[in-house]
């Protein structure tokens, strides 16, 4: 079985320029996640999907993050435009379904510096 | 308020010791419980879980976990750690009163297993 799919693995941005990350979750996943983890920290979760309609996404800054799922699949995260905080290792995780009980896979991450 | 607490930021382990990494929450109501473990580079990967019957729960690799519910604890263990153990460990919860079924994460702890 395919696992979570990121890209890029890793960008390089100036701040104020913008960005985006795409994630392919794990194929009948109805249950898709973004989250930034900054170094030396739990993930934090930005956005939550349930087939292509958001469940959560209290703590995303929409001033200048964005996230898509198109057709319940795939999905993108852009952030614009992009501070120096915003540096961190963006994580999408996909599950069966959004019940309580159902444990996340992740993907290997994007890893995103803002210079 | 809801929270995950990882008492030590690193955990040092001779090779073939018994190893154990701490785990405490706090939550309104009754929690599922995870553990995620993170290789350097890499997405976390999901270890084991709680959710309800024996409070012994076995995992991948050889890990274990113990629920107490009366320490609110939730401690990951392992009777003989090998150097390939060396990563960092997650513990998370999700609060069954909560509708959105967010898992709540620590902050991390770093386990070094040393030859």
């Known amino acids: 079985e395919a696992g979570v799919a990121q890209s890029p693995r890793y960008k390089i941005i100036e701040k104020r320029q913008s960005v985006a990350f795409w994630c392919n979750p794990i194929?009948?996943?109805?249950?898709l996640y973004w989250y930034q983890q900054i170094l030396g920290q739990g993930p934090k979760l930005l956005i939550q999907f349930q087939n292509n309609g958001v469940v959560d996404d209290s703590q995303l800054p929409k001033d200048r993050f964005s996230a898509e799922r198109l057709k319940g699949v795939d999905s993108t995260l852009k952030i614009q435009p992009a501070k120096l905080e915003d540096s961190a290792v963006y994580l999408c995780?996909?599950?069966?379904?959004?019940?309580?009980?159902?444990?996340?896979?992740f993907g290997p991450g994007t890893r995103l510096t803002v210079t | 308020a809801q929270s995950v607490a990882q008492p030590e930021d690193q955990v040092n382990v001779a090779e073939g010791n018994p190893l154990t990494v701490k785990c405490t929450y706090s939550?309104?109501?009754?929690?599922?419980l995870f553990w995620y473990v993170q290789y350097p580079n890499r997405g976390l990967q999901f270890l084991l879980k709680?959710?309800?019957?024996d409070n012994l729960v076995k995992g991948s690799y050889g890990f274990e976990a113990e629920f107490n519910k009366s320490q609110t604890s939730f401690h990951l263990k392992k009777p003989s750690a090998l150097v390939s153990d060396s990563a960092l460990y997650f513990c998370a919860v999700r609060d069954l009163m909560d509708s959105n079924y967010q898992l709540i994460w620590g902050a991390g702890t770093k386990l070094i297993i040393k030859p």
């Open positions: 709680y959710i309800t019957g």
């Open positions: 939550v309104s109501g009754n929690p599922y």
């Open positions: 995780a996909s599950s069966l379904l959004a019940g309580s009980y159902y444990e996340q896979y």
């Open positions: 194929s009948g996943h109805a249950t």
